[in-house]
């Protein structure tokens, strides 16, 4: 038996050990049970009656989680691997969730779908997220297009932000400092400082959040063996305007912006580089809704636009804008049949320019008369609730794209829940499709675009079950098989010409996820997850076979909380581009394991909390990504206020 499947067994056998033990210990009541999950249906729906095994990260988790990213929280989800985030605080996310890559995510924030068009793989970066401005997060992994169209082919991650205080007024203020050092380094210097401030209330009908953000981080090098540091530097804003203006209508409109400087070094030869790269989102959007007995009708309408530029040898410019609206109808039928009715339209744009080596002789252009795309999805999903236990997710979508013309996508989860003294019993499973639409950069990029891409199609089944025992724990293994036809590739055409083009092979995708929730005592918590993928050689790149997530969280009584969490990557393969033999090289990465401590105390009820965190306490050496460099021990520190 090898060490990967003894960790991965015994993390199995020590869960199932745990929920024993707790049948026989009084402690607090698990918040899952009343936990109530909207990602899956477009409805809120107790987690028990999903046919999903959700992942939902409250404000009270983020709260013990501060000083963290929100690609560092995500991260320790069963099934999700964001490369990057134990990096230079600037270097570039990929997220690798069950097998898939960038393009695979969807990213929703309140609710609408945020992509970036300049972007190869049109993918969200979440670098651009405050931590501070999130109210919660929930994860809903596995095949979901027929609900929330291209992308949703490995997770939606369905991110809300923060609403206005009932209060009249409000003040909230946090400020975190602290170090960012490699494992080589020990002078402890504070390189780290985030900050935010919030305004927010209600008046009567009328509600308001304003908030700003800004980090700038230090001290670190993008590679290994650089000897210049290369910082980071962000700012966010965000404006949230409400009024109720009857119990039936509502609107909620916002603006936001988000900008970021990152300087990185030159990964083909891994050598100290003055590059800089620089990207600012602005986003507007509006929601009303309309609510009417047994039923209600939103519309979301939202414009997002962002602006790159890459400062280096190869200086490029982008320039992106899209336009989302989602108009849908909910309606309940008696508590037991939901209905969902919507269609989504966008439209998406690119212009672009670049420079390759410095010469306009090579000068390169996307021109937005040309490369735009508009996509207009009628959908409709359905679900049914049983007094029996039996419960029933279905999802129908046409995608209609000005490119590649129609494509239907579905899905079909059931459920079934059975009742009993100790807890609860649940079976899950499910069958779905999903499309990712070829972006605009590989359909309209002037040497390696192809107009003639089809949407790349994966389908997804799902087997799983759930076991909770009442105020005790909850229980999930699920096992998951994705397959992938169309993949769009960047294929040589010969003669060192290459394209985007549809390849004929398939690619599959497999694995099992193990995630409990276990209550020890009243004062201590487990949460542990594990996760084993299986992979097609040819995509298994950067992607663990085996990653476990661990977090001990104790309260040690009503004003300071602690927590241990520890996390093991397997080895993995990475490749990059040997400067020598003009050659892509592969190389595996050892496996290494992580322990972080975190404390909060409340020296003033609700108003004031200082914590802090210890990052990789053993200062573990190890390689995220080839060639990059990775941080050491850190420490934070910082304070809560709120007034």
């Known amino acids: 038996m090898n060490k990967k499947t003894m960790l991965f067994g015994m993390l199995a056998m020590g869960l199932a050990a745990s929920n024993f033990a707790q049948q026989q210990t009084d402690s607090l009541e698990i918040e899952q049970l009343d936990e109530v999950v909207i990602t899956d249906s477009k409805f809120k729906l107790k987690r028990e009656n999903s046919g999903k095994v959700i992942t939902k990260i409250t404000q009270k988790d983020l709260q013990n989680l501060q000083g963290k990213s929100i690609a560092e929280i995500i991260n320790a989800t069963a099934g999700i691997e964001i490369n990057g985030t134990k990096s230079n605080a600037g270097q570039n996310l990929s997220y690798f969730i069950r097998g898939g890559r960038n393009r695979q995510v969807l990213v929703l924030i309140d609710g609408i779908a945020v992509t970036d068009a300049s972007q190869i793989a049109n993918d969200y970066d979440l670098r651009l997220l405050n931590a501070d401005q999130v109210e919660s997060i929930e994860i809903l992994k596995g095949a979901s297009s027929s609900l929330y169209g291209s992308g949703a082919s490995t997770a939606v991650i369905n991110i809300k932000l923060k609403k206005a205080s009932k209060d009249a007024f409000a003040v909230n203020l946090k400020s975190t400092i602290g170090t960012n050092q490699s494992q080589e380094d020990s002078n402890y210097a504070v390189e780290n400082f985030v900050n935010s401030v919030s305004v927010n209330g209600t008046l009567d009908d009328f509600n308001y959040l304003a908030s700003f953000g800004h980090q700038f981080t230090d001290g670190l090098s993008a590679i290994a063996v650089g000897e210049e540091s290369d910082p980071f530097n962000t700012y966010n804003g965000y404006v949230k305007l409400g009024y109720q203006f009857s119990e039936a209508f509502k609107v909620q409109t916002y603006a936001s912006f988000d900008s970021f400087k990152a300087d990185f070094d030159d990964g083909f030869g891994f050598a100290d580089a003055d590059n800089l790269s620089v990207t600012d989102q602005y986003r507007l959007g509006i929601s009303p809704e309309f609510k009417y007995n047994n039923g209600s009708i939103t519309l979301n309408v939202a414009y997002n636009n962002v602006e790159r530029e890459v400062e280096s040898s190869f200086p490029t410019q982008f320039s992106a804008e899209s336009f989302i609206g989602d108009l849908y109808n909910r309606y309940n039928f008696n508590d037991k049949f939901y209905t969902v009715l919507g269609v989504n339209a966008q439209q998406n744009e690119i212009e672009s320019f670049s420079i390759p080596f410095g010469s306009t002789a090579f000068a390169q252009d996307i021109n937005p008369e040309d490369a735009t ?81 089809e949407p790349e199609e994966n389908t997804t089944i799902e087997v799983g079950a759930e076991v909770n025992i009442k105020d005790k724990a909850t229980v999930s293994v699920v096992y998951f098989n994705r397959s992938e036809e169309n993949f769009v590739d960047f294929v040589d055409q010969g003669n060192f010409m290459f ?22 005592t009243q004062a201590l918590k487990l949460r542990a997850n594990g996760t084993y993928t299986k992979v097609d050689e040819d995509l298994n790149l950067r992607i663990p076979e085996l990653k476990i997530n661990a977090a001990l969280n104790y309260q040690l009584n009503t004003q300071t909380f602690m927590s241990l969490s520890y996390q093991f990557n397997d080895n993995r393969d990475d490749a990059f581009f040997n400067s020598t033999t003009f050659q892509s090289e592969r190389v595996n990465l050892e496996s290494y394991s992580l322990i972080d401590f975190y404390v909060s105390h409340k020296l003033v009820k609700d108003k004031l909390t200082v914590f802090a965190n210890v990052n990789n306490i053993l200062n573990e050496a190890y390689e995220e990504l080839f060639g990059y460099s990775t941080r050491g021990r850190n420490i934070n520190i910082g304070f809560t206020l709120s007034l």
């Open 373 to 453: 795309h508009t996509i207009i999805d009628p959908y409709a999903n359905v679900v049914f609730v049983s007094d029996f236990g039996l419960n029933v997710n279905a999802g129908l979508r046409l995608n209609n794209h000005s490119e590649y013309g129609s494509h239907l996508v579905y899905s079909l989860n059931p459920s079934f829940k059975k009742e009993l003294n100790f807890g609860y019993i649940k079976g899950l499973a499910s069958y779905s499709t999903s499309y990712i639409a070829p972006s605009l950069y590989q359909l309209f990029e002037p040497s390696f675009g192809n107009s003639d891409l």
């Open 499 to 520: 394209q985007y083009s549809n390849t004929d092979n398939d690619f599959t995708a497999s694995g099992v996820e193990v995630v409990a929730d276990v209550t020890l």
